[in-house]
């Protein structure tokens, strides 16, 4: 946990507080925004304390989701709570998991429920109470990497649930060169009847969206929404393979319905529909194109 007499001079005084080792990975301020706020140093900092139960019970899930131990609390009142808190149910059967690790930056993961077989998109940290509760719900059985970036525990993940990886072959390294199924080129791949793999290379050569039950899309860092812009958004500047690519890669995804993007970095986004959804899309690929528009 953050060590107190580190934290950030921004702190609201109070129970809660943000120290200096604070990565600005955003995961406390999706969870509790009315708690934690960005600072103009880029950094997390607690903007009011807790005023209700259910802010408490927000900013202690954020707390323990923390990758990097940052956030503390005097009392520590409610943290116990917390850890059992996750995963949480976004929708239906998808929930987040939580507890994001510092080796993927703080990328969120999500573990759809299926009579099929689980399937846990990206890594969580390998933390046990967390590995207990997604037993209870029926383990893993497959393991989606979206890129390179965001695979943190998952060698621990597969040893606990067997769960066979999936990840392009163009985002291996020795990290992840045991993985059960690599995806090939740049065609779709039904991995099974509710589930569709994407690649979409541009922010890695290898990433890839994974399309459920055409209703979810899990982007990685291929798309996500910007509340800086007010809708969705990629971003050159953390694009490590080929922005021109990353381009093709967003057109490529108005052929496809889905109604959620589920990204690992950036914010969470529901459209009304899945028309609603590709206009989203498609302005935003307006605004990104080469020609104009903040890139």
């Known amino acids: 946990m953050a060590w107190a007499p580190d934290r950030l001079p921004e702190n609201v005084p109070g129970d809660l507080f943000v120290d200096a080792t604070c990565i600005d990975c955003d995961t406390c301020r999706q969870i509790a925004p009315h708690v934690f706020a960005r600072s103009r140093r880029g950094l997390s900092f607690v903007q ?11 900013a ?18 409610g943290v116990a709570q917390a850890v059992l808190s996750f995963p949480e149910r976004v929708k239906a059967n998808v929930y987040y998991c939580g507890f994001t690790s510092s080796h ?9 429920v299926s009579p099929d077989g689980n399937v846990l998109v990206d890594s969580p940290r390998a933390n046990e109470p967390l590995m207990r509760k997604v037993a209870e719900l029926g383990g893993v ?34 990290r992840t060169r045991l993985v059960e199924e690599r995806l ?32 979810f899309l899990f982007t990685g860092d291929h ?24 381009l093709t890669s967003l057109l490529r995804l108005l052929d496809y319905r889905f109604s959620w993007v589920l990204p690992g970095h950036g914010r969470r986004y529901r459209a009304e529909s899945s028309a609603l959804m590709r206009l989203e899309l498609a302005r935003a690929i307006e605004v990104l194109h080469p020609t104009g528009g903040p890139r």
């Open 141 to 174: 059985s497959t393991m989606l990497l979206t890129h390179g970036d965001d695979v943190a525990d998952h060698q621990r993940w597969h040893e606990r649930f067997g769960c066979r990886r999936v990840l392009h072959e163009k985002d291996l390294d020795d």
């Open 48 to 58: 009011e304390q807790p005023a209700s139960d259910r802010e408490r019970r927000r």
């Open 184 to 215: 090939v080129g740049n065609e779709e791949r039904v991995l099974r009847r509710d589930l569709i793999a994407i690649p979409v290379p541009g922010h890695t050569a290898g990433s890839t969206a994974f399309l459920y039950n055409h209703e």
């Open 60 to 77: 202690t899930m954020a707390l323990v989701a923390c990758p990097t131990g940052s956030i503390g609390s005097t009392s520590r009142a």
């Open 104 to 112: 993927s930056f703080g990328a969120a993961s999500y573990l759809i």
């Open 223 to 246: 798309l996500w929404w910007s509340n800086s812009y007010g809708r969705l958004h990629a971003s050159r500047d953390v694009c490590w393979h080929s922005w021109p690519a990353q």
